[in-house]
């Protein structure tokens, strides 16, 4: 069925920048609807550890996190596939959640808002204020994309990261579960293999979520075999042949996905502002993508408000935002690639954990460098 209002903005995805920044424009007075391919609850790949400095950001719209009992995590502790270990606390810390919780109490409450929310539904192509889906053609006076870290839009966009040549930080495979464990609340874990690494950390409902990454090409030598590639790769961390070991999965299958992308990524195409994964990924050794994301949709949302009320034109708005997402993130970004590089090669990673070990005060600056403040 087609849709014959002309909304404010259109939202391409609905992850957690997506439904934030629907939440906080309709807050604002003004008409949103939102595109999400899937049907909420839904779970994704994803680390589940939120810094704290979106804490404050989410109860601010309307998520009373402090009735849902989270745990706050505010421990670090990282191995090498040898087994070696550094734990260091984390000076601002975090708190754990599953994706499948915190987006469908965002979903919920942007209905309760009044967003028209179009779930179960797959946008094919933008052409100025026209939005085509499966669901029919929508139009909007402006069009945000939000839609995570890899979509058919970015190709019709024709993204400069999806170019042929960006391909050293383009072939990543994240995968997920939740498991039942026996693990401090307050801790999350980090723990490097060949060619990857995999986190653990405490989420709600009693549950912990085990995410790991690693590259394509370790994935490819198994024959695509996820279960191989953890007894033979993951498994030789002793930690980790432990936890895959005694800790059982309460997913039938793991959830999975291929061809991430950590290349730098634009925060503005063909007008359209992007935020959340769309506009860039942290590397998950260093975490806070959930947060950055929420953080982003932030910044939008203030630039966008100020052009609805007249303010200043649109094409400053998007200045404005592409200015602020670089002065807040972009260091933040590179750091993070910067640290990944350091992990996934075993060798090199005994002698970086060796080496930061005896200078605390070296790790605390690498972490803060990967937080930002609340917002």
């Not at 849902?68 to 810390?93: D, Q």
């Not at 293999?193 to 405490?202: A, D, E, L």
Request: with cysteine; aromatic share 10%.
């Amino acid at each position: 069925m087609k849709e014959t209002k002309l909304f404010d903005f259109a939202i391409i995805g609905g992850g957690l920048a997506g439904l934030t920044l629907a939440i906080q424009l309709k807050q604002a007075g003004l008409s949103v609807i939102l595109f999400e391919k899937e049907q909420y609850p839904f779970h994704k790949v994803c680390g589940e550890y939120i810094s704290m400095e979106s804490w404050n950001f989410l109860e601010r719209i309307g998520i009373p996190l402090a009735q849902f009992n989270l745990p706050k995590v505010n421990t670090l502790r990282i191995s090498a596939p040898n087994g070696n270990t550094i734990t260091h606390p984390l000076p601002l810390g975090g708190f754990g959640i599953s994706r499948f919780t915190l987006d469908n109490e965002l979903y919920k409450l942007a209905l309760q808002l009044g967003v028209s929310i179009e779930t179960g539904c797959t946008v094919f192509d933008t052409i100025k204020q026209l939005i085509k889906t499966s669901h029919g053609n929508f139009t909007a006076r402006h069009i945000i994309g939000a839609w995570g870290k890899r979509s058919k839009l970015d190709t019709v966009l024709v993204r400069h990261f999806l170019q042929p040549h960006n391909r050293k930080l383009n072939d990543y495979v994240g995968v997920k579960y939740h498991v039942k464990a026996d693990l401090p609340e307050h801790t999350i874990e980090l723990h490097n293999f060949k060619n990857g690494y995999c986190g653990i950390s405490k989420v709600d409902q009693n549950q912990y979520c085990l995410c790991y990454l690693v590259k394509g090409s370790e994935l490819k030598k198994m024959g695509g075999n996820i279960k191989a590639l953890e007894e033979k790769v993951l498994m030789k961390n002793p930690f980790l042949k432990k936890y895959f070991t005694h800790f059982p999965s309460l997913y039938e299958q793991p959830l999975v996905i291929s061809q991430i992308s950590f290349e730098p990524k634009t925060r503005v195409e063909d007008q359209i502002p992007l935020a959340g994964d769309a506009a860039g990924l942290i590397t998950p050794l260093c975490g806070n993508g959930m947060s950055m994301a929420m953080h982003a949709s932030y910044l939008l949302a203030n630039q966008l408000i100020q052009y609805s009320n007249g303010v200043q034109s649109y094409e400053h708005a998007l200045k404005a935002y592409e200015q602020e997402w670089i002065q807040l993130f972009e260091r933040r970004l590179k750091v993070g690639r910067l640290i990944q590089s350091l992990f996934g090669n075993p060798k090199l990673t005994q002698i970086v954990l060796a080496l930061l070990k005896p200078f605390p005060s070296v790790i605390n600056a690498l972490i803060k460098q990967t937080h930002g403040k609340p917002f």
